[in-house]
C-alpha cells in the first residue's frame, strides 16, 4: 500500500485530456513538500516528467502539467497521443518516513 | 551529458547477498546524493536507501534497516548497493537515481537503467 494515493488507471480518446490525482497526507503533500511526476514507458527506467509541482525539465512537452493544492496534487495531459501510453507516478517526501514516498502509478490508455 | 550506467542482470538462491554498481558521468560526483529505488514485477516503485557520494552518509528504508549497505568508490565514481539476506520477494529491478534537492525536498532528475535481480532457488 503506497503513501500516495494515485488511480490505477486512466484512459482517454486521442486529443482529449486527462488527469491523473495524487493524495497524501499532513506528514507528506500537506506539509508542504513539493510534488514530482515521472513517467514510466513500458520495460523503462522512469523519467522525471514534472518537478516542484509544476515545473518542466527541459525538453518535456508543455502537453504536461503539474498543480498541486493541501494534500492533493494533479497531472494533466492535453492533447494526448499513442507516445502518452504509460505508467505515471507521483512522489513527495514524507517528514514521518523521514524519505521520498511514491504513489502506487496511474496506467495511461490511449482509445 | 549525465549518464548512471549499472552492472547486469543478477540471479541469486534465497539467503544469499547480491551488489549492484552504479557508475555516473557527466558531473561532478561528490556534488550530488543517490537513491535506490526499486520495483517488483508489475508493481511502483519502493525507495531503498540514500548515499552521499562526498561524505559516504547513508539513510535507509525502515524495511531495509540492517539488510541493505550503500558504499561507494570516489575514484571510479560509482556507488553500490549492496542487498543481504535475499528472499523471493527480493526479485526487482533495481534503480539508482542522482536526487536534486530544493526547497521542498528531492526528485530524482537522472535514473540508470536498472538492474533486474532474480532470486529463486
Known amino acids: 500500500q503506497s503513501v500516495l494515493t494515485q488511480p490505477p488507471s486512466v484512459s482517454g480518446a486521442p486529443g482529449q485530456r486527462v488527469t491523473i490525482s495524487c493524495t497524501g497526507s499532513?506528514?507528506?503533500?500537506?506539509?508542504?513538500?513539493?510534488v514530482h511526476w515521472y513517467q514510466q514507458l513500458p520495460g523503462t527506467a522512469p523519467k522525471l516528467l514534472i518537478y516542484?509541482?509544476?515545473n518542466r525539465p527541459s525538453g518535456v512537452s508543455d502537453r504536461f502539467s503539474g498543480s498541486k493544492s493541501g494534500t492533493s496534487a494533479s497531472l494533466a495531459i492535453t492533447g494526448l497521443q499513442a507516445e502518452d501510453e504509460a505508467d505515471y507516478y507521483c512522489?513527495?517526501?514524507?517528514?514521518?518516513?523521514?524519505?521520498?514516498?511514491f504513489g502506487g502509478g496511474t496506467k495511461v490508455t490511449v482509445l | 551529458q549525465v549518464q548512471l550506467v549499472q552492472s547486469g542482470a543478477e540471479v541469486k538462491k534465497p539467503g544469499a547477498s547480491v551488489k549492484v554498481s552504479c557508475k555516473a558521468s557527466?558531473?561532478?560526483?561528490?556534488?550530488?546524493?543517490l537513491y535506490w529505488v526499486r520495483q517488483a514485477p508489475g508493481q511502483g516503485l519502493e525507495w531503498m536507501g540514500i548515499?552521499?557520494?562526498?561524505?559516504?552518509?547513508?539513510s535507509f528504508a525502515q524495511k531495509f534497516q540492517g539488510r541493505v549497505t550503500m558504499t561507494r568508490d570516489t575514484s571510479t565514481s560509482t556507488v553500490y548497493m549492496e542487498l543481504s539476506s535475499l528472499r523471493s520477494e527480493d526479485t526487482a529491478v533495481y534503480y539508482c537515481?542522482?536526487?536534486?534537492?530544493?526547497?521542498?525536498?528531492?526528485?530524482?532528475?537522472?535514473w540508470g537503467q536498472g538492474t533486474l535481480v532474480t532470486v529463486s532457488s
Open positions: 516542484a509541482n509544476s
Open positions: 512522489q513527495s517526501y514524507d517528514s514521518s518516513l523521514s524519505g521520498v514516498v
Open positions: 499532513s506528514s507528506n503533500i500537506g506539509a508542504g513538500y513539493d
Open positions: 557527466g558531473y561532478t560526483f561528490t556534488s550530488y546524493y
Open positions: 548515499i552521499n557520494p562526498s561524505g559516504g552518509t547513508t
Open positions: 537515481a542522482r536526487a536534486t534537492a530544493d526547497s521542498g525536498g528531492w526528485y530524482l532528475e537522472y
